[in-house]
């Protein structure tokens, strides 16, 4: 598969096959295909974190904690079936990667720029699962952001979650159309000198 026909057939998979196994070799493809996204200054401002088998309950169990927080002392029925179904959510996949950004201290070095690096890096590896035959889905979300989640990372006050990508074997062997706007709608093109671009 090259490059154009990866990019242009790539979908969102978010049903997955949660109990067949992606072997290590194909992981670590994938994980190496995200760092060799561009980064300003060379700063690598990734981090990834692999949840597989009990490992993700630990994440299920952060997110919980979240969602418990917008409820009421006294739980509901309809309150713990939520609070289960949050916590079982990063079992949708046999493996979950959490995409972490720790912006570099060094002064010359832009915050957006490093968020910029670890969106590429999450890219890399959806095309990269994608390329070897799997399933995946970029994840977000308010409960991503929250102190809980750096907090169980590990990350600095700087540092921030970027993404889960949860990765397996398609459910489903049929293809998912896609339909983008052209690029002529989204692109300027600029031959001569001009004050301002005007819309």
């Given at each position: 598969?090259?490059?154009?026909e990866?990019i242009?057939?790539?979908?969102?998979?978010?049903?997955v096959?949660?109990?067949?196994?992606?072997?290590?070799?194909?992981l670590k493809?994938?994980l190496?295909?995200?760092t060799?996204?561009?980064?300003?200054y060379k700063?690598?401002?990734?981090?990834?974190?692999?949840?597989?088998?009990?490992?993700?309950r630990?994440l299920?169990?952060?997110?919980?904690?979240i969602a418990?927080?917008?409820?009421?002392d006294?739980?509901?029925?309809?309150?713990?079936?939520?609070?289960?179904?949050t916590?079982?959510k990063?079992?949708?996949?046999?493996?979950?990667?959490?995409i972490a950004?720790e912006?570099?201290?060094?002064?010359?070095?832009?915050?957006?720029e490093?968020?910029?690096?670890?969106?590429?890096?999450?890219?890399?590896?959806?095309?990269?699962a994608?390329?070897?035959g799997?399933?995946?889905?970029w994840?977000s979300g308010?409960?991503?952001y929250?102190k809980k989640?750096?907090?169980?990372?590990?990350?600095?006050?700087d540092?921030?979650i970027?993404g889960f990508?949860y990765?397996?074997?398609?459910?489903?062997?049929k293809?998912?159309?896609?339909?983008r706007?052209?690029?002529e709608?989204?692109?300027?093109?600029i031959h001569?000198?001009?004050e301002?671009?005007?819309?």
């Open positions: 598969m090259d490059v154009f990866a242009q057939s790539r979908r969102s998979v978010g049903k096959d949660p109990h067949e196994l992606v072997d290590k070799e194909t493809r994938i190496e295909a995200g060799w996204a561009p980064s300003h700063t690598e401002p990734w981090k990834f974190f692999v949840h597989t088998g009990e490992g993700r630990s299920g169990k952060v997110l919980r904690s418990r927080e917008k409820m009421d006294e739980l509901s029925d309809k309150d713990l079936e939520k609070l289960e179904s916590e079982n990063p079992f949708r996949a046999p493996i979950v990667v959490t950004v912006p570099s201290a060094k002064d010359k070095v832009i915050e957006i490093e968020y910029a690096a670890a969106h590429a890096a999450a890219q890399n590896m959806l095309l990269a994608h390329a070897l799997l399933g995946a889905i994840r308010k409960p991503m929250h989640v750096r907090d169980f990372y590990n990350l600095s006050e540092g921030n970027v990508i990765l397996g074997f398609p459910k489903s062997d293809e998912k159309s896609g339909k706007v052209p690029h709608a989204k692109t300027t093109y001569e000198e001009i301002r671009i005007e819309s």
